[in-house]
C-alpha cells in the first residue's frame, strides 16, 4: 500500500526565518514525487516532480530535494503569502497518493 | 503550468436531486482526468480515474452508481452527483494528466464545493 507521511502537521514561521518540510513515502514502484501548494477553498497548485535520488528543483523560495526514502521542501526566507497547506504525493503507475499536508503559517 | 476549470465553482441543491459538475482541461488534451473529494482538514482522496473513451476506474468503497463520471472528449469530464444527500456535501476537485516523453505532470481544478440541504 501507497504511504506518504508529511511532517510537521503545522509550522508557525516568522517573516524570514527558513525552514524545511518533510515527507517520506512508500519506496517501491515509485514513479515520481509531486509538491503542491493549497490555498484555503481552492485547488492544489504543482509545484514540482522529483523522479530521482539527488535531484532538486527550484521555484523563487521554495526548493525540493529528493532522497532515496524522503523529499524536502525547503522554503528559504519565506513571506506571509507563502502561508498555505503544501501536500506531498507520491506517483505509482496510476494515480497520485497524498500525504495529509503541511499547513505553514508565516507572519509578518 | 497548464490550466483546468471547473464549473460550477460552488452549488447548493436540494436532498434527492442530481448535480453535474465539469471539468475542462484549457490548454492541454488529457486522455485521463481524475476526480477526488476532499473533506474540511483533510487531504485529497481519490474517487476515480476518468479515461477518454472508456469508463472510468473507481477506487475501493466508491459508488460508481452514485458517483457518474463520462469522459466524452480529451478537454472534457464530467461528475454527475446522483440523487444527492447531505452526506455527499463536500469540496469535489478534478485533475488532468498531462504527458510529455518521461515527464508527468497532473493539474487541478479550482474546485466546486457542494452543498446538499
Known amino acids: 500500500e501507497d504511504q506518504v507521511t508529511q511532517s510537521p502537521e503545522a509550522l508557525r514561521l516568522q517573516e524570514g526565518e527558513s525552514s524545511s518540510l518533510n515527507c517520506s513515502y512508500t519506496v517501491s514502484g515509485l514513479r515520481g514525487l509531486f509538491w503542491y501548494r493549497q490555498d484555503p477553498g481552492k485547488g492544489p497548485e504543482f509545484l514540482f516532480t522529483?523522479?530521482?535520488a539527488g535531484e532538486e528543483k527550484e521555484k523563487e523560495r521554495l526548493k525540493a530535494t529528493l532522497t532515496k526514502k524522503e523529499s524536502f521542501l525547503h522554503i528559504t526566507a519565506p513571506k506571509p503569502e507563502d502561508s498555505a497547506t503544501y501536500l506531498c504525493a507520491r506517483h505509482n503507475d496510476y494515480k497520485l497518493s497524498f500525504g495529509a499536508g503541511t499547513t505553514v503559517t508565516v507572519r509578518a | 503550468g497548464a490550466v483546468v476549470s471547473q464549473h460550477p465553482s460552488w452549488v447548493i441543491c436540494k436532498s434527492g436531486t442530481s448535480v453535474k459538475i465539469e471539468c475542462r482541461s484549457l490548454?492541454?488534451?488529457?486522455?485521463?482526468m481524475f476526480w477526488y473529494r476532499q473533506f474540511p482538514k483533510q487531504s485529497l482522496m481519490l474517487m476515480a480515474t476518468s479515461n477518454e473513451g472508456s469508463k472510468a476506474t473507481y477506487e475501493q468503497g466508491v459508488e460508481k452508481d452514485k458517483f457518474l463520471i463520462n469522459h466524452a472528449s480529451l478537454t472534457l469530464s464530467t461528475l454527475t452527483v446522483t440523487s444527492a444527500h447531505p452526506e455527499d456535501s463536500s469540496f469535489y476537485i478534478c485533475s488532468a494528466r498531462r504527458t510529455s516523453g518521461n515527464t508527468y505532470e497532473q493539474y487541478f481544478g479550482p474546485g466546486t464545493r457542494l452543498t446538499v440541504t
Open positions: 522529483l523522479y530521482s
Open positions: 490548454d492541454f488534451q488529457a486522455t485521463t
